[in-house]
Nanobody, 116 residues
């Protein structure tokens, strides 16, 4: 069973919105932080946003005020609402789960393309 599955990527015009979803396998326990990272062509993977079990959020400066991360602990699901998208947001977005035991799980990524 795939541990983490993302969905919701696609092509959108600048100024538009997309919502990404990430569902964790029922076999993953003790999840602490859920997050989203992205990697643009030729660039290193970077943090987009994270959210802890208690709801504390952290955002990259480049997405503050435009993106919102949320989670449903019971469903082991988290989301990234992306508004006012810019061409610079074009990247493959990866879902991440970090457990209290220090283990990390990554999704395979979902492509977000923002056209100008």
């Amino acid at each position: 069973q795939v541990p983490v599955v993302e969905s919701g990527g696609g092509l959108v015009q600048a100024g538009g919105s997309l919502r990404l979803s990430c569902v964790a396998s029922k076999n993953i326990f003790s999840i602490n932080t859920m997050g989203w990272y992205r990697q643009a062509p030729g660039e290193q993977r970077e943090l987009v946003a994270t959210i802890t079990t208690g709801g504390t959020t952290n955002y990259a400066d480049s997405v503050k005020g435009r993106f919102t991360i949320s989670r449903d602990n019971a469903e082991k699901t988290h989301y990234l609402q992306m508004n006012s998208l810019k061409p610079d947001d074009t990247a493959v977005y990866y879902c991440n789960l970090h457990t209290i035991w220090g283990m990390d799980y990554w999704g395979k990524g979902t492509l977000v393309t923002v056209s100008s």
